[in-house]
């Protein structure tokens, strides 16, 4: 009999197998598509030899993760690379805001009226933040705060909406950019805890960088898998699990699933049927014949580049999607260039670029030209460079990954109280109602995002049960 069965070969999955294997428990994952990888993988999705990443691509939480941060990742194959400039946020009069790694270059960005603001409100929590990023993602009964004094001031300014913290800078482009930065969870800008959302991507810029992996966010799942191979952890792909006994006997199960599926393999019937999922996205890779021609220099330089005119365009697209239920006519885009910075993604002299904008949960309609029109805005004959594209709704994006329900790419409604409690209230929210069952998903704390976190958190619950049993 096996100690440990892991379902679901994501970043999650991946990081709960490792963290057992790795204390000597025998562990088997079991993944249903024909790589390991969840939101982590590569594919050429248009044209040989441009290598896209279906979902995430730009990872500041990665590169911030205790979890990751604990593991020798880079002995199989994970380098990371850091473009000049982590974010750009450009403005329709050609100019933009920019996410540095240098504080003072970002509050330059903003101006001299919200400079100095700028500054106050991420320097308190700078020297501190590998201190502060573990005592934030760790679930409090399963690590004591280090720090809880930066914790606790963390959460004064991070609790509140967005809004309120918006009402620190007198300018828009402060307040734009940091609107576009909360934005990353599909999450209204005026929902609860909002503000720490928009802190901790700031704050992960300026200390660790937003990087890509090399070739691709494949590498992170790979070397995650290498690492559990070296510990004789087994992984079988191409394996679907839709019950409980398609499973060997095993003393713990670890499920890196939504609560749906869980409910559904392990028979709990409505035990998760208050669980919300949130809008869904509309993803567009592209192959292109050369770099994005943006108007603004500032995001020829960067990885990511946010799009939003300011920040009420981008309230507003944010609002159709998850409270009016319709797409947005200028919907805010999160964009991605890895090849600025990883000529390995594209034939020479190509590029790789994608984006996506927020559309209601399950949407069925077609986002493209709304897309390629927010695009021509800032960057003026980007159809032109455009060599082939493939796109994805939330059909298609569920298709390409259960865990993502309705186009949910972050398993789970970012809003409330589910931003932090989640599945369910619950002071255990690894357990299920059977006893050797666990979720390790990102619908459980600390959130969605490429970190590794849930799994490294649901894993000491798991051993702690071995132990004793």
Aim: aromatic fraction near 10%; charged fraction near 20%; charge should be positive.
């Amino acid at each position: 009999m096996l100690d440990a069965v892991v379902v679901g070969a994501g970043p999650n999955g991946l990081t709960a197998a490792v963290e057992l294997a790795r204390r000597g428990f025998s562990v088997a994952l079991f993944e249903a598509k024909g790589t390991v990888g969840g939101g982590a993988r590569t594919e050429e999705l248009t044209l040989p030899g441009f290598r896209h990443d279906p979902c995430s691509a730009a990872h500041p939480l990665a590169v911030c993760s205790p979890a990751f941060r604990g593991l020798p990742l880079e002995r199989y194959g994970l380098e990371w690379l850091h473009p000049e400039l982590p974010m750009a946020h450009p403005f329709p009069d050609g100019t933009a805001a920019v996410l540095a790694r240098s504080v003072g270059e970002t509050a330059a960005s903003f101006g001299p009226r919200d400079a100095g603001a700028y500054r106050r409100l991420v320097t308190p929590f700078l020297h501190r933040w590998d201190t502060l990023v573990r005592d934030f993602m760790s679930l409090p009964l399963t690590a004591l705060p280090r720090d809880p004094v930066t914790l606790a001031r963390f959460g004064l300014v991070g609790l509140p909406p967005s809004t309120w913290l918006a009402r620190r800078f007198r300018d828009e482009r402060a307040r734009t950019l940091f609107a576009g930065l909360v934005a990353h969870v599909m999450a209204p800008l005026s929902g609860f805890a909002t503000s720490a959302i928009g802190l901790v991507f700031a704050l992960a810029a300026h200390t660790r960088g937003w990087p890509v992996a090399r070739g691709g966010s494949q590498a992170i799942s790979d070397a995650l898998a290498g690492y559990l191979r070296e510990f004789g952890g087994a992984v079988h792909t191409d394996y679907e699990v839709k019950r409980l006994d398609d499973l060997p006997p095993a003393r713990a199960y670890v499920f890196d699933t939504s609560p749906t599926a869980l409910a559904r393999i392990a028979g709990f019937g409505d035990h998760y049927a208050r669980y919300r999922y949130g809008p869904g996205v509309f993803k567009i890779d592209y192959a292109l014949d050369g770099p994005v021609p943006w108007t603004a220099p500032e995001a020829r330089r960067a990885g990511t580049v946010q799009i939003g005119a300011d920040s009420a365009e981008i309230g507003a697209a944010l609002r159709a999607a998850s409270r009016e239920k319709q797409a947005p006519d200028a919907p805010f885009l999160i964009t991605v260039q890895p090849s600025v910075v990883d000529p390995t993604r594209a034939p020479d002299g190509k590029h790789v670029f994608w984006a996506y904008g927020h559309v209601p949960h399950g949407w069925t309609g077609d986002l493209t030209d709304a897309i390629e029109r927010q695009l021509e805005r800032f960057a003026p004959g980007f159809r032109d460079r455009v060599l082939a594209r493939a796109t994805a709704g939330p059909p298609e994006l569920a298709a390409r990954n259960a865990n993502y329900v309705g186009g949910d790419i972050a398993t789970g409604a970012v809003s409330g109280l589910q931003t932090l409690l989640r599945p369910k209230l619950s002071l255990f929210p690894y357990s299920t109602p059977h006893p050797a069952v666990f979720i390790c998903s990102q619908a459980t704390p600390p959130g969605p995002g490429v970190h590794g976190m849930p799994g490294h958190n649901a894993a000491k619950a798991v051993w702690r049960r071995l132990r004793q049993t």
